[in-house]
């Protein structure tokens, strides 16, 4: 089997998609926010065709929702969708602690160690985007080692839905993750105690969903009949 021929036009697409990805996930662009099509292709020096099959992409991610005649804006996922996010967290990050072998610790100590050492620089700062980045690049960095691409992906479009999620719901000045319980994980994993390393990711997780208030912040349906009646 011949290996998929790349375009000039796909990787044009990935770029515009890694971007606007990037920036909400550091919460750059918040939920709701309009992505307005020509200013994209304006701050991106991007082709008007390419930043549109970028935003379908996102769209089918469920990163970006496309209302017709409305055009694009970043997602605001629903309290429901933020409990599935999480339940799916649970599996595949589980998934994810299982394949990371001792051996795999072993080779990418060095990429470990450098990620711990940005953490504990982050978070006894107050930049609160560096913050919320670092700690949520420790969950991409397992996803990338664990040596399942497809684990990784799933993690990766999660991470950003995650991400949504807690500028949303999460209640304020609560740091969306302990530095402590990511170095338990990662002592575990070098131990090759697999069942540590779960039981702690599971109870990080826990934590985590724990931190949010999941209650639909949106505007509820409006009935405008009823709205409307008796005026
Ligand atoms: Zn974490």
Redesign the pocket.
């Known amino acids: 089997m011949s290996s998929p021929i790349v375009t000039a036009k796909q990787l044009e697409v990935q770029r515009i998609v890694d971007v606007l990805s990037k920036a909400i996930a550091q919460h750059r662009l918040r939920p709701g926010t309009r992505l307005v099509e020509a200013q994209i292709v304006e701050t991106l020096h991007a082709n008007r065709n390419h930043v549109q099959v970028a935003l379908q992409r996102l769209a089918m991610q469920r990163i970006v929702t496309i209302e017709p005649n409305r055009g694009a804006m970043v997602s605001q996922p629903s309290a429901r969708e933020a409990r599935e996010v999480f339940a799916a967290r649970r599996a595949i990050e589980r998934a994810i602690v299982e394949c990371i072998t001792p051996a795999i610790m072993h080779a990418q100590r060095e990429r470990v160690a450098r990620h711990m050492r940005d953490e504990r620089k982050a978070t006894s700062a107050t930049d609160r985007r560096a913050i919320v980045r670092v ?1 949520s690049e ?2 991409l960095l397992l996803g990338e080692i664990c040596g399942n691409s497809v684990l990784g992906e799933i993690l990766a479009n999660l991470m950003v839905r995650s991400s949504l999620i807690v500028a949303l719901y999460q209640r304020n000045d609560v740091p ?2 302990a530095s402590d ?2 170095q338990h994980i990662i002592t575990a994993l070098e131990a090759g105690d697999q069942a540590q390393a779960i039981a702690v990711m599971l109870e ?1 997780l826990d934590e ?1 969903e724990a931190q949010l208030t999941l209650q639909d912040t949106l505007a509820p349906e409006i009935n405008l009949k009823d709205a409307l009646a008796g005026l």
């Open positions: 700690l420790f969950h969306s993750c319980e990511h990080h985590l």
